[in-house]
């Protein structure tokens, strides 16, 4: 028993003076007076592996955009730029493109890339396995001409075709290395994984061979940090040099001398769906009702300290074809309680709220609107459902009511309005045909001006039937030290480090 | 005593056992298709299928079962879909972390409820004992969310005495191991000290009331002599057992610790599995959290059986 004492008593003796000790150390800085090359950022999801072709998660394309590249690129303002293709022609039919490829690029293990790994990795990305082959299915050849030029024939015509080219999975990965993509990724970017350490970190290094200006920063460390409390208090700290912003912490940051905040309206839209298999919600009257009844403004409050733009229709304010819809239901609850008394609704009635678990921001928005719709009588009752749950029930067997969700990442219209095809076979497909029409059409219009005529009724047609209540537009938004420069919001959902760097 | 432990590792193995059917198949009539959750809103229904089965998900269950059993006697989790890696490595890596906060926490905790649980006993109705009953109450009542996010502002942010996030490993620098894990451990400290002390007191109290400590006075023994060598030996077996409850659930992981702190432990690696519907890493978390308990738990009475000779006996046999 004393022995055990004295070992009790020297544990503690020693314990508290070791961090004692620690405590009083001083923080070293850890640079020299040069310009910093060593960026680290925090993330608060982690990639689902580094293979892009095989995930639909975004917290993959986040990280790996970097480390392979696509062969066009996109610009913050949404033009298609060349990337591993110096050019592109479309046949006159529109119906083949021809990309003349860079020769100067090389794969991370040292391999040059030719149009032939281009091709390998297109038919990975249209193969059974991959998320993404629907979108890929119109392409049904791929002819190699040379080693600098392939060729792309679509079955029917698809104006927006390019723009397939640039997301970033559609990247060329080399077919030595596909088995192991997933955790050795190898690719043509400015970056290549130095590390990822599951849980703690994942490290990119620049890529000294690379085809073009090589990358200002040598290292990109992404630390996970999962609380964004934490997040924030260690960017106060200065150990991370940009940290994803959430909109209560915004006063934190801003007008500050010591930080930058950036901030660009997310490529994406926050919607309340609703199933028009629900003999209720199948009245037009009623969805009008509904939609009368939701104040966006306070739902944008509420759901992003206001940090996002109100929408009318199932396109964000950024796309090039979106057109403002916001009039044509203008919030006024009086007269929403009179259109749900013309239905036949004048005691309101119960309906179901879906709302998925993993995103607050959804939670948030759902659990207002539910309390405004109260107000006119509809007892909105509220289900809070695992995401899992959600795309198995509400996506997949379309066994729901109501539920606020967002729908993202896309560059072309189409992309975001097919769903609503009689066909498509979507949770919120208009199955009265509607737009299937003018959906045809305008993937076959090759006028740009009259293209977006014909979305522009598209938009307006779906801001009078609802199939879903539009509600906003969230904002992207990172809080940079102030030395950090460079950095820039994409309208697809990913980082790009290569033209970042510190000022001092 | 050989055939007490041999008895109790059978009927672990039974408990481990039985553990792994239920978790399989609870994991497995969750709803939710994990290739639907993998591929996301833009799969088509084939490829969602052709995953389904490419992961093995289309075999009756009992099959599954089997074949992740027998992966299992040959100490092969699987491999974690969403890291592509090792489960078994997973884990690994993790165990550390989990197990340093755990053990600093219970040190710390111990030592405290020790202290002040023995002076609440020996001066019941003081100031101490008052002071010591009001920490039972603040420790059990305050959240440790809570408390862990005071402790981030007050000690990370504005003093900056310790890191606010991440590990790091003892190998790379003990001064920087101790400082990583201080703030996490008295956190999980605080929630465990008020527990362990009411447990403490509460012996402590019964054993005073023992009729050899009469026997010990009468003697004409040193007080504190009394109260350390023959009640406090006495009154142990109840806060060991606790203690070992207590690191054993510490050990399993602390979500809300390790969430706040950044730490990459066994608690935030169960958080992940769930949320993203890794199945595999989840079922071997789950088994390796169950071992830990078990084997824990074994200890701690082997423990109890050497402090108390009662105890010794009557497992014996005798």
């Known amino acids: ?504 | 005593m050989l055939k007490y432990v041999l008895n109790r590792v059978k009927s672990s193995l039974v408990i481990l056992l039985v553990v792994s059917m239920i978790t399989f198949f609870v994991l497995m009539i969750i709803p939710g298709n994990p290739a639907q959750l993998i591929l996301g809103t833009d799969a088509t229904a084939e490829a969602i299928e052709d995953l389904r089965i490419a992961m093995g998900l289309d075999r009756p269950y009992y099959q599954q079962y089997l074949g992740w059993l027998l992966d299992l006697l040959k100490f092969d989790l699987g491999t974690s879909y969403i890291y592509g890696e090792a489960v078994t490595s997973l884990i690994i890596r993790a165990i550390p972390v989990t197990f340093s906060i755990a053990v600093f926490a219970m040190l710390i905790a111990t030592i405290t409820a020790l202290f002040f649980g023995i002076l609440s006993a020996v001066k019941k109705d003081s100031i101490i004992d008052y002071f010591s009953r009001s920490i039972m109450q603040l420790g059990t009542a305050i959240p440790s969310f809570w408390i862990g996010m005071v402790f981030i502002v007050y000690f990370g942010l504005r003093l900056k005495w310790f890191p606010i996030s991440g590990f790091v490993p003892i190998s790379s620098s003990f001064a920087g191991f101790l400082k990583s894990i201080a703030l996490p451990a008295i956190v999980l400290a605080i929630g465990e000290t008020g527990t362990l002390l009411r447990i403490v007191r509460s012996s402590m109290l019964d054993s005073l009331k023992q009729d050899y400590m009469d026997a010990a006075r009468i003697k004409g023994l040193n007080k504190w002599k009394i109260y350390m060598k023959y009640a406090l030996r006495g009154a142990l077996i109840a806060p060991v057992t606790i203690i070992g409850m207590q690191f054993a659930k510490l050990a399993g992981g602390t979500v809300v610790v390790e969430t706040i702190f950044a730490l990459p432990g066994i608690g935030r690696l169960v958080l992940t599995a769930v949320e993203r519907r890794d199945i595999v890493l989840l079922q071997g978390l789950v088994m390796f959290i169950t071992t830990t308990v078990i084997f824990i738990t074994l200890m701690v009475d082997l423990l109890i059986m050497t402090i108390n000779p009662r105890i010794k006996s009557v497992e014996r046999g005798e």
């Not at chain 1, 992309?415 to 979507?426: E, H, M, P, Q, V």
Request: aromatic share 8%; charged share 25%; net charge negative.
């Open chain 1, 1 to 504: 028993m004393k022995k055990f004492k004295t070992i009790l008593v020297l544990a503690v003796v020693l314990m508290i003076l070791s961090v004692t000790a620690c405590a009083n150390q001083e923080n070293t800085p850890n640079e020299t007076a040069d310009i910093k090359t060593n960026l680290v950022m925090g993330y608060t999801t982690e990639p689902e592996g580094l293979d892009p072709h095989r995930t639909a998660a975004a917290s993959t394309f986040t990280v790996t955009n970097n480390i392979y590249d696509t062969l066009v690129g996109v610009a913050p303002d949404w033009e298609l730029i060349p990337r591993l293709a110096k050019d592109w022609t479309l046949s006159e039919d529109g119906m083949e493109i021809t990309f003349d490829l860079r020769d100067d690029v090389s794969f991370h293990n040292g391999r040059k890339m030719t149009a032939k790994d281009v091709e390998y990795s297109f038919n990975r990305l249209k193969d059974a396995e991959s998320p993404r082959a629907r979108d890929y299915a119109n392409i049904i050849k791929i002819e190699v001409l040379n080693d600098n030029t392939i060729k792309f024939i679509t079955e029917t015509l698809d104006v927006e075709l390019l723009k397939n080219f640039a997301y970033p999975w559609a990247a060329v990965v080399p077919e030595e290395a596909q088995a192991d993509l997933k955790t050795k990724p190898v690719g043509t970017g400015a970056f290549t994984l130095k590390e990822w350490v599951p849980q703690q970190h994942l490290t990119l290094q620049r890529n000294e061979n690379y085809y073009s200006d090589k990358a200002k920063l040598e290292t990109v460390k992404l630390v996970l940090i999962p609380d964004a409390t934490s997040m924030m208090a260690s960017f106060q700290l200065g150990d991370l040099d940009i940290v994803p912003l959430t909109g209560d912490q915004v006063t934190m940051v801003e007008n500050k001398s010591e930080y930058k905040v950036i901030s660009e309206p997310m490529n994406a839209v926050q919607i309340m769906s609703l199933n028009t298999k629900n003999p209720i919600l199948a009245n037009e009257k009623v969805r009008q009702a509904m939609a009368m009844a939701i104040n966006k403004d306070e739902v944008i409050d509420a759901s992003m300290f206001g940090y996002g733009d109100k929408i009318g229709s199932h396109l964000p304010p950024t796309s090039p074809d979106y057109f403002d819809t916001n009039d044509v239901i203008e919030y006024n609850p009086e007269k929403a309680k009179e259109l749900l008394k013309e239905a036949g609704y004048e005691n309101g009635f119960d309906v179901r709220l879906s709302l998925p678990k993993n995103y607050q921001l959804h939670v948030d928005a759902g659990q207002v609107i539910a309390d405004q719709l109260s107000k006119i009588g509809i007892n909105a009752k509220i289900e809070i459902i695992e995401w899992g749950t959600w795309l198995s029930d509400v996506y997949g067997a379309k066994n729901f009511d109501m539920t606020v969700v967002g729908h993202t990442g896309r560059l072309d219209a189409y992309a975001f309005l097919s769903r609503y095809k009689s066909t498509s076979n979507d949770y919120i497909s208009l199955t009265t045909g509607e737009v299937d029409e003018l959906l045809e059409r305008a993937l076959q219009e090759l006028d740009g001006d009259k293209r977006k005529e014909i979305y522009k009724d598209i938009q307006v047609i779906l801001a009078e039937k609802l199939p879903a209540i539009y509600l906003q537009t969230p904002r992207t938004m990172l809080a940079l030290q102030k030395n950090v420069d460079g950095m820039q919001i994409f309208p697809l959902d990913y980082y790009d480090f290569k033209e970042v760097y510190f000022t001092e």
